[in-house]
């Protein structure tokens, strides 16, 4: 199987068309998943990235008056959803890889897992904090920044492994890709900051950036020509989000930290319900993808979020 990066080398110019996923609830089957990719087969994206969520914990009051802490995870199965698109489409899959609720020994674990699996894409996030906690807090012997866990995987691509071992070691091969914020990560205190910890992340051996989601290409525009003046040569995938419902225009801001454009706002706001408000999210991104294939971006990346109808609708117009 390809690496992003090579994928994006042997489109030699051309915007690639690629989605990311979200693994079903626990208890749930894949079949929906599944049936909402079929669909977007024809656009032949050559990656598709599968999210990772991370444990969550629960407060439940117990007979005796005390509370019990439960550690439990809504959407496990990154790495089985993974091996089904890749065998299923023949695609290859981005599986994200976090931080957040790793050790380094169990990271390795994850990442022979896939290596062995013939996965040779992934992810590097550090994860947002376990829910209900609003501070992101490392595990034990685990690391508190994307770029740390970059550096891991890159030793992994040059045979080095954690632990001194006599043996000769299988170098992988994973094409790295990192997280990135045109309208800067929520915690920076300001963008130079933020813009700089990006560039560690390439310096320990970052392929590729995806974006934060953004519905102003301005944002995306200046983005990527201060991440160029800073020395970050490798692609910027934009990712994109339609919007979809009225509440999306509260519920985004709030939960990626982004700005809408006045102009959408207005657009949204005069919708009756929610499927004038989906077309006006269609129409909106459609412009934005048309722009953003004008200026040469290598990708657009779509967040799918369970539902692909809408982004059909897009890519049937764009590519
Ligand atoms: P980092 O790059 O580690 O940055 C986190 C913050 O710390 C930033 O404010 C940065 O400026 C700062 N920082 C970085 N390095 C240092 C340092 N050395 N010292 C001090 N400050 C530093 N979350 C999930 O749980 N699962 C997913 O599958 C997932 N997929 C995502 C996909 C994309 C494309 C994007 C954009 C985000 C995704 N997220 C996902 C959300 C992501 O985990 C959060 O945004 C998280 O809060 C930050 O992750 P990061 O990798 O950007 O962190």
């Known amino acids: 199987m390809a690496r992003v990066c090579d994928h994006i080398r042997n489109a030699d110019g051309k915007t690639i068309f690629s989605i990311e996923v979200i693994p079903p609830i626990k208890g749930d089957n894949l079949k929906n998943l599944l049936d909402n990719i079929e669909p977007l087969m024809e656009?032949?994206?050559?990656?598709?990235?599968?999210?990772?969520?991370?444990?969550?914990?629960?407060?439940?009051?117990?007979?005796d008056g005390t509370i019990r802490k439960i550690v439990t995870r809504k959407r496990p199965g990154t790495v089985g959803i993974c091996s089904a698109i890749m065998h299923r489409f023949g695609v290859d899959p981005v599986p994200h890889v976090l931080c957040g609720g790793f050790t380094r020994d169990e990271t390795e674990d994850f990442l022979i897992d896939l290596h062995y699996l013939g996965i040779?894409?992934?992810?590097?996030?550090?994860?947002?904090?376990a829910k209900p906690y609003h501070t992101f807090k490392p595990k034990t012997n685990g690391y508190s920044y994307a770029s740390e866990l970059v550096e891991q995987v890159a030793n992994m691509n040059r045979g080095v492994y954690l632990h001194d071992s006599e043996h000769t070691l299988t170098p992988s091969r994973f094409c790295?890709?990192?997280?990135?914020?045109?309208?800067?990560?929520?915690?920076?205190?300001?963008?130079?900051?933020?813009?700089?910890?990006?560039?560690?992340?390439?310096?320990?051996?970052?392929?590729?950036?995806?974006?934060?989601?953004?519905?102003?290409n301005q944002k995306y525009f200046d983005f990527v020509d201060r991440c160029r003046k800073a020395g970050i040569n490798v692609?910027?995938?934009?990712?994109?989000?339609?919007?979809?419902?009225?509440?999306?225009?509260?519920?985004?801001?709030?939960?990626?930290?982004?700005?809408?454009?006045?102009?959408?706002?207005?657009?949204?706001?005069?919708?009756?319900?929610?499927?004038?408000?989906?077309?006006?999210?269609i129409e909106w991104s459609v412009q934005q993808c048309r722009e953003l294939m004008k200026a040469g971006v290598p990708v657009l990346h779509f967040y799918t979020m369970g539902k692909s109808d809408n982004i059909r609708k897009i890519a049937e117009q764009v590519f």
């Open 43 to 63: 656009f032949k994206p050559p990656f598709i990235d599968v999210t990772y969520h991370r444990e969550e914990y629960i407060e439940r009051p117990e007979p």
């Open 176 to 216: 790295i890709g990192v997280a990135a914020y045109p309208e800067k990560h929520f915690e920076a205190a300001d963008p130079d900051e933020d813009l700089n910890y990006l560039k560690l992340k390439i310096d320990k051996g970052a392929d590729y950036v995806v974006t934060q989601m953004f519905f102003d």
């Open 120 to 129: 040779d894409n992934v992810l590097v996030l550090r994860g947002d904090p």
């Open 235 to 281: 692609p910027i995938i934009p990712g994109l989000k339609p919007l979809s419902t009225r509440k999306q225009l509260q519920v985004l801001p709030s939960i990626f930290h982004l700005n809408m454009p006045e102009d959408l706002v207005r657009a949204v706001e005069a919708c009756e319900n929610d499927t004038q408000a989906r077309e006006v999210g």
